[in-house]
């Protein structure tokens, strides 16, 4: 199953990861409805499921760490009574709202546990995530039962505006048969209408304009730098759309920011239009106190810490230098075309 979104991207950027593989024979479109009415017909069906559908609540709630196979959704049959100990779906999830395609979308999650980490990702990071997909009339359609990196870049809309609402296991343990178990994770469930999902796109195991949902589990994430220019990629979006990576091109090169080293078109790469000064320490709480003591100014912000060969730990802090005051960072500007030194 692929959870590939947009197309021309990856004819640009080629992702390895194997989960978000694309498959020619697995796509194929037929001619759009308007959104905003097929909108209202989603939203109908999801509240159609949601209020015939339980869970297992007391059961799955009560566990430390619960997994995918710990909730089970089920249907009430007319003429059934609600078993003790389970809960309408209705009753539980959050009603969220989200803007996609100029049409306000409402979709639905069910969280079972928050995240005991402290990280969460942006709509645009690495996840490590289990996940079991399945259309709301109950045909199962892909599941990665064991952690699987995953580019939120490019995946559904959904997906996108989701596991940002969820946090990171607090600690992880590797096993020596080479597993790795993790404790505190995220884990809940999402309801996606169509037009947050693959619309009018007729994907293997999901019919054009289905409404589709998924259990899953979060438990790492990774700051994205695409193009390793030491701006985050959820960063370089537009100021009209905080989900437009795919919308902000500052050069017009048809090469989207988050994947173009030159963002401006000036012939200075972006990475040396900015301040970049490193700081490291031989323990993780070192980098850390000395991290904590600046007072970061509204250009500047610390990047991922990461661990160098010697197992020194290091981070650097990033200044959107902008020499000429006019409001737009160097890296921005194409008037501006010097190479920033780090002190």
């Not at 950027?13 to 697995?26: A, G, K, R």
């Not at 559908?53 to 196979?69: A, D, F, I, K, W």
């Not at 059934?80 to 999830?93: A, G, K, R």
Request: hydrophobic residues 35%; glycine residues 6%.
């Amino acid at each position: 199953m692929n959870f590939n979104y947009n197309i021309l991207l990856l004819s640009i950027f080629i992702l390895t990861f194997s989960s978000c593989e694309d498959d020619d024979n697995s796509v194929t479109s037929i001619p759009e409805r308007d959104r905003t009415e097929q909108q209202v017909i989603d939203n109908d069906s999801l509240i159609g499921y949601l209020n015939t559908h339980y869970y297992n609540s007391s059961e799955v709630n009560g566990l430390t760490n619960p997994t995918m196979q710990d909730l089970v959704i089920s249907e009430l049959i007319d003429g059934e009574t609600l078993p003790s100990n389970s809960s309408f779906l209705i009753n539980d999830v959050e009603t969220l709202m989200t803007t996609h395609m100029d049409v306000e979308y409402k979709y639905y999650i069910l969280k079972i546990k928050q995240g005991e980490g402290e990280l969460s990702p942006n709509f645009c990071d690495n996840v490590r995530t289990s996940y079991y997909g399945f259309t709301t009339d109950g045909a199962v359609f892909d599941e990665s039962t064991s952690p699987t990196p995953i580019d939120l870049a490019v995946t559904i809309p959904g997906w996108k505006r989701v596991f940002p609402q969820f946090n990171t296991s607090s600690s992880f343990v590797s096993n020596t048969d080479g597993t790795v178990t993790f404790e505190g994770y995220g884990m809940g469930a999402m309801f996606l209408p169509s037009g947050l999902g693959y619309f009018s796109n007729f994907v293997t195991g999901i019919p054009s304009y289905s409404n589709i949902a998924f259990k899953f589990e979060l438990m790492q994430m990774e700051l994205n730098d695409h193009d390793s220019d030491n701006i985050p990629s959820y960063m370089e979006v537009s100021d009209s759309n905080e989900f437009g990576l795919f919308d902000f091109d500052t050069d017009g090169d048809l090469i989207y920011n988050y994947i173009d080293r030159d963002d401006d078109g000036d012939g200075t790469a972006t990475a040396s239009e900015i301040k970049i000064d490193p700081y490291s320490d031989m323990t993780l709480e070192g980098l850390q106190t000395i991290l904590d003591a600046f007072e970061l100014m509204s250009n500047q912000f610390i990047s991922p810490i990461s661990t160098l060969p010697d197992g020194t730990f290091t981070a650097n802090i990033i200044t959107l230098v902008d020499k000429n005051g006019n409001g737009i960072p160097n890296y921005l500007d194409d008037t501006e075309t010097e190479t920033v030194v780090t002190e």
